[in-house]
């Protein structure tokens, strides 16, 4: 019998597989100008992140007292001191790093706690109806009213507050896990899987769970930026990282008591919170187009 | 430009390219006045590059790179053009007017939040665009809206003016893009699949209807399909594309009854409405293979009711008392036209869905009301193999991981063991081994039909639920299916039960046949007798509407 020979180029084709074509993934990354700013942009803040010990020209904390209020371009203080003397540039460095470490914990947090959560709704409709609901009321509340009050309640700290936005973001989280939930398990092989007598179980963690991957690694990236401007937020209120330690809020926090005496103080944390979300957000935008099947140009149009 | 005065199109050396890499090689024909032509090819053979190109819409990255694409001058306005060249002013004044389109999905192509009526409307004034300066009459469009809808068949036009599309049924759908299609009294009218999406009774009613609004008023039909039956009952010359060529172009007696070209002999020997007319020679070994056992599988009384959404207590019955049994080592098809109730059969048997009353036995026994182990051994018996080997492949799992999930579901055997239960497979569906690595979107329909078939092979089960497992593949491919499908029946004595709507198909695979409508069986019998002495009015009525029927004699 005469078999279709392996097409070469069928690969290439519409590309209808999540998560399948790694490569695909990657060059559709690649090609896209956006997600390439987004991505130097998120290797530059991260490296900074990590770096800053190595980066930063004095420790975050060291106080100079003969020179407060230094300009922008001074000599030893790149960008300036704030009212103690306290080197700019090395605040910022640490800074990052305390805003990247929030942000990823409660990202962790959402995505470890929401996705279950989420497969469990989108599959079972007695816990649908107790998850979807308790999520209903959460969503009724604005985001940052719920991390301000978690916060307040359990006392400023560094893993507070990301407990704090982490709680906070996991509704949202369940929701997309649960949407892709209900899509996947409507899907033929869902259906080819239940006439094996696979467990649910067996279903949840071997088929939907791989295919909701994508989605979630998008919805990780589009909580990231959310959650680094509540951290901001909550320093700047006093709820979440206490002084003297360096974090993007705090130094605004601080900067606007003497905002019209050195406004750089308060510019340069504030042009950090924008990049990491721009990174974040153009780059969790590029990594959703090159996920979507949908999005990709059909090569072989007939 | 044009070389005969009573060619309405002339496609001369034609090529269009992606990207870089053309598609249509230099494709060359011509049509005449009131022809109507088919162009007849299977997925990615260009056909409907052609008329993109035609139309000067190609999608993405199509550029037209070499030939002319002359238009006849108009009888009564508009001259000579060549649409390769034509600046997209002179092109608007063209589409819609002089060329018009209807388009193949019937369920996409009318704004769904756009009353029928108005969208009717939009083509009558677009169409007029240019021709005269003055602002259309609104109550004028809305009558000739009406006569149009009511010319393309819709009963009642003037109520069903105001409706919106999901109100109507896909066949009255494509009527109303008909409707849309004619606005402009154009000239030529390019009809690219208009009833694929369709069940064969509608799709012939449509057709009769295209055929005879084109012939009352001349119009040249340039019609596209996969069907070659269908295009040899409705056109007066084919041409056959394969691979962005034109392989051989001909009147439909000499591409069925005496094709010169290996590909279209190739073709015209696999596609099924064709072969159930012309040489009814079964693919399976004939009923005599039937031994005296029972049944494997026995449907009785099966009732399914799904309850109404919003209505409380309102129930719609899908499946009205079904009974059936299919005998070992036979094939039995489901056969009907969508919402006959048949995948709901089907589902049942797969326990998938519940039975409101009734049984489906396999050996005797109901998968919905065993439990643990027994299940476990039914389900073994039992396997699906899906209509969209798109859909019913996971496509985060390698080839191999695919075929031996049910291995591993079912705990049976060990790492090596299992690698090479899945090579066996793979030979079985006579896939290369080296397809293992490899994943889903690798393959190409066929090559995943084949894969699905060798997953379901998987347990050994002894009765294979084929849900229109070859209804999704092009006609050369669906026929190597149906062959690959026959012959594992013969190696090994597996039972089909084959739900389909192409009665074409039945004939060439099952010895059985029920036919279901609306949830009721209308018509029970072996395959000799349902075709050759049908009782049931609807089943005529399904047999008259196989395409490719006027070449029975």
Same mark, same amino acid.
């Given at each position: ?10 690969? @290439? ?44 020209? +004095? ?50 947090? @959402? ?11 989108? +599959? ?15 969503? @009724? ?116 008591? +003497?905002?019209?005496? @050195? ?40 | ?5 009573? =060619? ?33 090819? &299977? ?21 037209? *790179? ?42 996409? =192509?009318? =704004? ?25 009459? %609104? ?55 208009? *009833? ?8 012939? &009613? ?94 009785? =009384? ?135 690595? %490899? ?115």
């Amino acid at each position: 019998m005469a078999v279709e020979t392996l097409p070469p180029g069928v690969a @290439a084709g519409a590309g209808e597989g999540l998560g399948s074509g790694r490569g695909r993934i990657l060059s559709s990354l690649r090609s896209n100008p956006l997600g390439i700013t987004g991505g130097i942009m998120l290797v530059v803040v991260v490296l900074a992140a990590v770096l800053a010990p190595v980066l930063a020209p +004095y420790p975050p904390t060291e106080v100079h007292f003969d020179t407060p209020f230094q300009r922008p371009l001074t000599e030893g203080f790149l960008l300036g001191t704030d009212d103690l003397g306290r080197d700019i540039l090395s605040r910022l460095l640490f800074g990052i790093q305390t805003s990247l470490q929030v942000g990823v914990l409660s990202v962790l947090l @959402a995505v470890v706690v929401g996705t279950p959560l989420g497969l469990l709704a989108g +599959y079972s409709r007695g816990f649908d109806a107790v998850i979807s609901r308790l999520t209903d009321v959460t969503l @009724a509340f604005p985001f940052l009213i719920i991390a301000v009050g978690l916060a307040a309640i359990s006392g400023p700290s560094l893993g507070n507050a990301a407990i704090a936005l982490g709680i906070a973001q996991i509704p949202t989280m369940i929701r997309v896990v649960r949407g892709e939930t209900l899509r996947i398990k409507e899907s033929d092989f869902v259906l080819g899987a239940r006439t094996m007598d696979a467990s649910p179980t067996w279903i949840m963690l071997r088929h939907v769970l791989p295919n909701a991957t994508s989605a979630i690694i998008v919805q990780a990236t589009v909580i990231m930026p959310v959650a680094v401007i509540g951290e901001a937020l909550l320093s700047f209120l006093g709820l979440g990282i206490q002084p003297p330690t360096p974090s993007l809020g705090i130094m605004l926090s601080d900067a606007q008591q +003497y905002i019209f005496r @050195a406004p750089s103080a308060a510019i340069f944390p504030g042009i950090a919170i924008a990049l990491i979300c721009l990174a974040f957000n153009l780059f969790g935008d590029a990594l959703r187009d090159a996920f979507d099947p949908t999005n990709t140009p059909r090569k072989g149009h007939r | 430009m044009l070389q005969d005065a009573e =060619n309405i199109l002339e496609v001369e050396d034609l090529e269009v390219a992606f990207g870089g890499t053309p598609v249509l090689h230099r494709i060359s024909f011509a049509m005449r006045r009131g022809e109507r032509v088919a162009i007849v090819g &299977q997925s990615g053979s260009g056909k409907s590059t052609a008329i993109g190109a035609i139309l000067r819409l190609l999608p993405g990255s199509g550029r037209i *790179t070499h030939g002319s694409i002359v238009l006849g001058a108009g009888r009564t306005r508009g001259d000579v053009e060549d649409l390769a060249a034509a600046s997209e002013p002179v092109l608007r004044r063209i589409r819609g007017q002089r060329v018009a389109l209807v388009p193949q999905d019937p369920m996409s =192509n009318l =704004n769904p939040a756009m009353k029928i009526g108005p969208q009717v409307a939009d083509a009558i004034v677009a169409s007029r665009r240019g021709t005269d300066g003055g602002r259309p009459d %609104r109550a004028e469009v809305r009558q000739r809206a009406i006569a149009l809808l009511s010319e393309a068949g819709i009963p009642d036009a003037e109520r069903r003016y105001g409706q919106y599309p999901h109100e109507f049924s896909g066949g009255m759908r494509q009527r109303v893009l008909i409707a849309i299609a004619l606005a402009g009294e154009p000239e030529l009218l390019i009809a690219d699949e208009p *009833t694929s999406a369709l069940d064969v009774t509608v799709q012939r &009613q449509i057709l009769n209807h295209l055929q005879s609004l084109v012939d009352a008023r001349g119009t040249s039909l340039l019609f596209i399909t996969h069907d070659l039956g269908l295009a040899a009952d409705r056109t007066d010359r084919i041409i056959v594309m394969s691979e962005g060529r034109i392989v051989e172009v001909g009147t439909p007696r000499q591409i069925l009854l005496n094709p010169q070209e290996e590909y279209t002999q190739r073709l015209v020997a696999a596609a099924p409405s064709v072969a159930a007319v012309l040489d009814a020679e079964p693919l399976t070994p004939p009923a005599a293979a039937k031994d005296a056992t029972s049944p494997i599988l026995v449907v009785e =009384n099966l009732v399914k009711e799904f309850a109404l959404r919003g209505r409380r207590g309102s129930t719609v019955r899908a499946v009205n008392d079904v009974s059936f049994a299919v005998e070992r080592g036979t094939t039995t098809a489901v056969v009907g036209e969508s919402g006959s109730g048949k995948t709901t059969v089907a589902r049942i048997i797969l326990g998938l869905e519940t039975a409101s009353s009734g049984r489906a036995l396999i050996d005797g026994e109901s998968l919905t009301t065993t439990r643990g182990a027994q299940r476990r051994a039914l389900r073994r018996k039992v396997q699906p193999v899906f209509q969209d080997p798109y859909g019913s492949l996971d496509p985060t799992y390698s080839i191999e991981r695919l075929i031996d999930e049910p291995l591993r579901i079912f705990g049976v055997g060990d790492r090596p063991g299992r690698r090479e239960r899945v090579g066996e497979l793979l030979d079985q569906v006579a896939l290369p081994r080296a397809v293992a690595q %490899r994943r889903p979107n690798e393959l190409s329909g066929g090559q995943r039909q084949r894969v699905a078939i060798a997953r379901a092979l998987a347990l050994e089960p002894e009765l294979l639920i084929c849900d229109e497992a070859v209804s999704a593949l092009d006609v050369l491919v669906q026929d190597q299916i149906l062959g690959l499908l026959a012959d594992l029946q013969d190696r090994l004595g597996l039972t089909y039960l084959f739900i389909t709507h192409d009665l074409s198909v039945v004939r060439q695979i099952a010895s059985d046949v029920v036919v279901m409508k609306s949830g009721d069986v209308v018509e029970t019998g072996s395959v000799d007798d349902v075709f050759n002495r049908p009782h049931a009015e609807y089943t005529k009525e399904l047999l008259g509407a196989i395409p490719g029927a006027t070449f029975a004699a």
